[in-house]
């Protein structure tokens, strides 16, 4: 095993505390690897099967869009993201990496999520549904799947660091807490991750770790793999390893590719795996979920005239926590790199780790990837103003709107368990200048789940805010698309207002995806009751 750590910042500037190798840090998407070898455990027990409908553990996935999807779709389809169910995540999550709704609901929201390709054409990254894939282990497990992978796997692997819940982090104080860096240089500090077992798309994202303990799962990740000749058996026609003592016995499985993840031809594997990404460097879809990936015309690209290298890795980002795990299993080897910052200036972890994996395997020709770090700095530098040109480019001038209480009320969507209170701001809450805010909305009561809305044209309303440090300030810094930032107030043909549209999905996502803005619609809001009239006229 051979690991390489560099440690860069603070991980808590305010109190004072240096990383090192027991840091602990969400590793957020990096848990979907944990998730379906906790499958894999029950799979070999023989309490579920990869190949039967995932409606057999989870009756209520059933699909709204296409039955089909629901009846047909296993957990080796939810877990290589192979459903063609769109990746909506901001019906779950909110201002502030803030959820919605507590986990009890997630199964029936998934099954509503809108159908973008057909089924098993693709792949189509999906952190919902790998949060379905932890329901179905509370299900069978009887025990919550933080519960059973703490007692299943990081006990066992004395993984002694690693958790899911922010009350199991250790007491010592070497825990990281997340930042964004605003544009005076100083830090903005995140509260802690809400992302836990127990909330929705625990099971995608909600494992905290170090690199310490990382290393360690490489490491008995790639025994099981050097097992593999030995002990398993893999049966084709049901996808299900046999039993043996291994508890990690199905990761050789788990690890092998399921679907390509873009439809390109190329003798180099860019696939994905259960919970893994496979490709085999020099790949230009390294990392293609990374935060770096849609900053770069062209990516860096490693290893571009070396013999050909497979690196089973993923990369997770969530909350102000950035992490890239690449495990070389043909020479026993794992990168493993945590930041807690948030990736609005680039994802620093996805190019050391790059840096390091170059140094590592002397790959050749040397890629400067300092100059890449710049570049992806200055490129995301440039959202901010290019959000603003395009908000000014598609206002419509000189429109008006109808009085306010034509728009105040609640507006539900039942499939997504929603609901937005639209109100009019009192005299002092309301905002100066020649386009004051004048409304506000809250999502399901929630505290923090409300902004204040200004007149964009028409029956549309927006709550952009006034700069991209108020965007953080807000919790808004994943929010920072225009498609997310308005809202489409929807007359009836009596001309008055009965829904509200919200495009909580914007055409973009982890990993690649063309077409998916043409084929996921706005979420239409019923509305469902107004708000009593100020007693003054608006």
Not at 386 to 391: N, P, T
Request: hydrophobic content about 40%; proline content about 6%; charged content about 20%.
């Amino acid at each position: 095993m051979i690991s390489q750590n560099m440690i860069f910042v603070g991980a808590d500037v305010e109190n004072g505390i240096r990383p090192d190798l027991d840091t602990v840090y969400l590793i957020a998407s990096c848990t979907k690897a944990f998730t379906t070898a906790g499958i894999g455990i029950l799979a070999s027990e023989g309490k579920l099967s990869w190949a039967e409908p995932v409606q057999t553990y989870v009756p209520e996935f059933s699909t709204k869009q296409d039955p089909e999807i629901g009846k047909r779709a296993t957990l080796t389809d939810i877990c290589s993201h192979g459903t063609g169910l769109a990746p909506v995540d901001h019906v779950v999550c909110g201002f502030y990496d803030e959820f919605f709704n507590d986990n009890k609901d997630e199964v029936a929201i998934a099954a509503s999520l809108p159908v973008a390709y057909d089924f098993r054409s693709r792949f189509l990254y999906n952190n919902t549904l790998l949060g379905v894939a932890g329901d179905i282990i509370a299900r069978v497990s009887g025990e919550s799947s933080g519960t059973f992978l703490r007692k299943r796997i990081f006990e066992p692997l004395g993984l002694s660091r690693t958790c899911t819940t922010n009350k199991e982090m250790p007491t010592d104080g070497n825990v990281a807490t997340g930042y964004s860096v605003l544009d005076d240089g100083s830090l903005f500090r995140w509260r802690r991750p809400a992302l836990e077992d127990g909330k929705p798309q625990g099971g995608a994202g909600y494992v905290r770790s170090t690199v310490r303990d990382m290393l360690a799962w490489a490491k008995a990740i790639m025994e099981a793999e050097g097992d593999w000749t030995t002990e398993m058996n893999v049966s084709t026609d049901h996808n299900q390893v046999q039993e043996t003592s291994n508890t990690l016995q199905q990761i050789p499985f788990v690890r092998t590719s399921r679907r390509p993840i873009i439809d390109e031809r190329s003798p180099l594997e860019n696939a994905y795996a259960l919970g893994w990404f496979r490709h085999m460097l020099p790949s230009a879809w390294l990392g293609s979920i990374s935060p770096n990936f849609g900053l770069f015309a062209d990516p860096p690209l490693i290893n571009s005239t070396g013999c050909p290298r497979l690196t089973i890795a993923h990369w997770g980002e969530f909350n102000g926590f950035l992490t890239a795990f690449y495990t070389f299993p043909n020479s026993n080897s794992a990168v493993v790199v945590m930041a807690n910052c948030s990736p609005a200036r680039g994802d620093p972890t996805d190019l050391i780790a790059q840096h390091l994996v170059q140094n590592l395997f002397d790959m050749r020709p040397r890629i400067d990837l300092e100059t890449a770090a710049n570049q992806a700095a200055s490129a995301a530098r440039l959202m901010w103003p290019a959000l603003i040109e395009e908000f000014v480019t598609k206002k419509v001038q000189n429109t008006e709107h109808r009085p306010l209480n034509s728009y105040t009320g609640v507006y539900e969507s039942i499939d997504f368990r929603l609901s937005i209170r639209v109100y009019r701001l009192s005299d002092e809450e309301m905002g100066k200048g020649p386009n004051p805010e004048l409304l506000g909305f809250q999502v399901n009561s929630l505290a923090d789940q409300c902004a204040k809305l200004r007149h964009y044209h028409y029956d549309t309303w927006t709550f952009i805010p006034d700069s991209r440090d108020d965007a953080v300030k807000k919790g808004m810094e994943g929010f920072l698309q225009l498609s997310l930032l308005i809202m489409t107030f929807v007359a009836n043909e009596q001309n008055e207002i009965n829904a509200l549209e919200w495009d909580l999905q914007g055409g973009k996502c982890e990993g690649p995806a063309p077409g998916l803005g043409a084929a996921v619609p706005a979420i239409r809001f019923e509305r469902t009751a107004k708000l009593p009239a100020p007693s003054s006229n608006s």
